[in-house]
């Protein structure tokens, strides 16, 4: 947006500007206090200055007042209901996602262990690759769908990424050889791995400031909820009806989804305007004033036209060297912080802690645990703020590692020494799950939403959605070889040193993004704390 310039001395009497009537200064006055309630602290410094009488702007400030108002008023008779609905009907996508990533679980007793599902047999290494073939489909993914986002939109690329899904369910389905399922679960991890980025993306533009938080957290909830989904029906149905349910659920959210608006931004980008202003009023409701929003959307746009770059230009900007940094510091921590080790030894850890708890009821539990904590952590991230979640949530995690490895290294010396000590893993792996789902599971995917500029945040939310999937792909593929080289305990404390690394990264390296606009969010990465009237133009600081 247009820069806004430093206040003159409190001391000046104002002065008017050369052909400016009382009509537009009372123009002007009334466009301010509409500034004021979008946030826009330059306009509420003006409104106070005219209250006594002398300006503290310039008529550069005045004239681009309106390309400074934020856009995500709590006030203004906007309404929040409707951002609610179509935040939760984009993240039914993660829903299907969830199921993509929980099949997994029910899939590897039957098809593996019991040798039902299929007319062929599945060793535990081929289904091995079967499971990370999705994870290495999502990775491949994640920068194409950065082009494709902008070309189509938000909301029409996710309804056509409903097409992959189905097409990769019906494979699974029915497919004749393992060469087909890994054809398909790659499909499908297409499909996941997309909707990781385009959701977020599309939430963090439809959502006001102080219901950003909580709207980007559904995304990694539905996830949750949707693994707990097919646990749930994975302990009753075959193999073949689970993966037919899932199958199913894409279509449902292609139907709901129809019926959501576009993103606002992306409309301004491509000139409709109209088709703009609907999707604003849908959003915030008819009596809501769309015209700051929308000056100041048309003013973004204008200046990243204006200053257009490639996209290593773009990459190459200090603050966004800074944002990618941040978001790929994130995901390689939420990966090797040893989730998949936890859930992969949760069944029998509860079954050695003698708990009487089956495998299939262990899974469900966990799934449960990980809902709940998303959702108290939908409830509290615009409350507490991103960073006080990551720091308790690693801070935990680290903890909760250590003893499950102070448990197996015990155990591995002396399977005596651990007969009374059944507690301590179940109740560490209680802990982790709770935690992660809190912070290192939500937030990441979140925060990636927040930290980029408009004009790069496609490509540079691919760059990270990218190397998550392929730390997931790598941490996944390397835990056999880990456990067998370092042991249980070993490893799972390579983990927690991981976790100890990611805190310090947090404390030192991640700002609170809590009830900041994504233009002050980029104003505070440019190392502009200080200076709420510095505007950023296209990722770059203009004073």
């Not at 979008?38 to 006594?52: C, F, P």
């Not at 934020?70 to 609905?85: F, M």
């Not at 996209?311 to 989730?339: D, E």
Request: charged share 15%.
């Amino acid at each position: 947006m247009s820069s806004a310039s430093s206040s003159n001395s409190g001391g000046e009497e104002s002065t008017k500007k050369p052909g400016t009537s009382n009509e537009e200064s009372s123009h002007l006055l009334e466009s301010t206090e509409n500034g004021a309630k979008y946030g826009s602290r330059q306009a509420v410094k003006i409104i106070k200055a005219s209250e006594n009488g002398r300006s503290s702007s310039t008529p550069h400030d005045q004239e681009n007042l309106l390309g400074n108002m934020v856009h995500t008023s709590t006030e203004n008779n906007s309404k929040k209901l409707p951002q609610y609905v179509a935040a939760l009907a984009a993240a039914g996508g993660a829903f299907a996602c969830g199921t993509l990533l929980g099949w997994t679980s029910p899939a590897q007793t039957k098809i593996v262990d019991n040798g039902t599902g299929y007319d062929f047999p599945v060793s535990d290494t081929q289904f091995s690759w079967i499971s990370s073939a999705m994870t290495l489909g999502a990775a491949s993914v994640c920068i194409p769908i950065g082009f494709l986002i902008n070309m189509i939109g938000r909301k029409w690329t996710m309804l056509f990424l409903v097409l992959p899904f189905i097409v990769g369910w019906a494979m699974l389905i029915w497919a004749p050889n393992v060469g087909l399922m890994y054809a398909s679960r790659y499909i499908l991890g297409i499909a996941g791995g997309a909707f990781c980025v385009t959701a977020p993306m599309y939430t963090g533009e439809i959502a006001q400031k102080d219901i950003r938080g909580t709207l980007g957290s559904f995304f990694q909830l539905m996830i949750t909820i949707g693994i707990l989904f097919v646990y749930a029906i994975g302990a009753g149905l075959e193999i073949f009806w689970v993966s037919v349910v899932c199958g199913i659920l894409p279509l449902v959210f292609g139907v709901i989804f129809f019926f959501m608006p576009e993103s606002p931004t992306y409309l301004v980008a491509k000139d409709r305007s109209e088709n703009a202003i609907k999707s604003i009023q849908w959003l915030r409701g008819k009596d809501y004033d769309y015209e700051p929003e929308l000056a100041e959307l048309r003013e973004t746009d204008r200046e990243i036209r204006e200053n257009k770059v490639n996209v290593w230009s773009a990459l190459n900007r200090p603050v966004t060297r800074k944002a990618l940094a941040i978001s790929l510091g994130l995901m390689f921590f939420q990966q090797v912080c040893g989730i998949n080790a936890v859930i992969f030894y949760s069944s029998r850890i509860f079954k050695e802690a003698n708990t009487g708890i089956g495998e299939q009821w262990a899974t469900i539990l966990i799934g449960i645990m990980q809902v709940v904590a998303t959702l108290v952590s939908t409830m509290v991230v615009d409350k507490l703020g991103r960073r006080i979640l990551l720091l308790a949530s690693g801070s935990a995690m680290a903890v909760a590692t250590t003893a499950i490895g102070v448990y197996f290294y015990l155990q591995s010396q002396d399977p005596t020494q651990v007969t009374s000590l059944g507690w301590l893993p179940v109740a560490s792996l209680c802990i982790f799950i709770i935690m992660f789902s809190m912070g290192y599971g939500p937030v990441p995917w979140l925060m990636m939403g927040e930290l980029f500029a408009t004009d790069i945040k496609g490509f540079a939310g691919s760059l990270a959605g990218t190397s998550n999937w392929l730390l997931a792909f790598v941490v996944t593929k390397t835990f056999d070889d880990l456990n067998n080289g370092l042991g249980i305990g070993g490893t799972f404390w390579l983990f927690a040193g991981l976790t100890v690394l990611g805190v310090f990264f947090v404390f030192f390296a991640v700002p609170e993004t809590k009830g900041k606009s994504l233009n002050e969010i980029q104003q505070e990465l440019a190392g502009n704390r200080s200076n709420p009237s510095t505007v950023i133009t296209n990722g770059a600081p203009e004073k």
